[in-house]
């Protein structure tokens, strides 16, 4: 073959190679639009899972508390007040009625002892002593104590004690076992009422203990009416109650006034 017909043939091979190449592009083009279109295409709707957005919950606002009331007791009694003999029936029948609770908790230590509360040097006991002091009693001209239970005067405090009238154990039991120590301390150490200490001989303090009256009275009964009056003036001051048998023989001593 000549150079020539070479070269004819070549360029006529040329367009048909071409065109065999372009239409293959073009094919695999249009086989990949149909590809991406099938992905793109949703499916059926029911197989598709569905995510709700987020929810938030409204901001809730606590309920306001409120604290229950509490009460305080006073550490303070009420002012001394004595208790007239006229007004004595009376005052018996203002005494909170309650049968008597506590009584094998108490223990003399729930009490403060006697303390020097104006820090003058004289504790509670010295206080008593010197308020009762009497200048000058029959048969002891340079003075001394009358021990009002039994009638029995002494120059010597050494044979005295200081008797809570209520005693302590009778305090506790009438509702002294509810008060702070605080209030338990004022109690044990009352100079503010004449009626709540007092000097007395030790035999009939010991002889006392912490009886109420229907269990015990003072030898002396001339001084019934007063320990009676003076009983019944400490449990309103200090808002104490009496039982059933107290109340009684408090009746009963009044009747000597």
Not at 28 to 54: C, G, H, L, N, Y
Request: with cysteine.
């Amino acid at each position: 073959m000549t150079f020539a017909a070479m070269v004819t043939v070549f360029c006529l091979a040329v367009p048909i190679a071409s065109g065999v190449g372009e239409r293959r592009s073009n094919e695999a083009t249009a086989e990949m639009a149909d590809t991406t279109a099938r992905i793109k295409q949703p499916s059926d709707p029911e197989s598709v899972p569905t995510t709700a957005p987020p929810t938030t919950p409204p901001p809730t606002t606590p309920p306001p508390t409120t604290s229950t009331p509490t009460t305080v007791t006073p550490t303070t009694a009420t002012p001394a007040t004595a208790v007239p003999a006229s007004e004595l029936a009376a005052s018996i029948d203002r005494l909170p009625l309650a049968a008597e609770t506590d009584q094998e908790s108490y223990d003399r230590s729930m009490f403060s002892p006697w303390f020097d509360a104006d820090d003058n040097g004289c504790d509670t006991r010295c206080e008593v002593l010197a308020a009762e002091r009497h200048a000058g009693l029959p048969g002891l001209p340079g003075g001394g104590w009358l021990s009002e239970y039994e009638g029995y005067s002494t120059p010597d405090e050494s044979e005295l004690d200081i008797d809570h009238l209520v005693p302590l154990a009778e305090a506790w039991r009438s509702g002294a076992s509810r008060w702070d120590p605080a209030r338990r301390a004022a109690f044990a150490n009352d100079l503010d009422a004449p009626q709540t200490l007092i000097a007395v001989t030790a035999a009939t303090n010991r002889s006392k203990s912490d009886s109420d009256p229907s269990d015990w009275q003072p030898p002396n009964t001339s001084y019934w009416c007063t320990y009676a009056s003076d009983w019944v003036a400490v449990k309103l001051r200090w808002g104490l109650t009496a039982d059933p048998g107290e109340v009684r023989a408090l009746t009963n001593m009044a009747a000597k006034c």
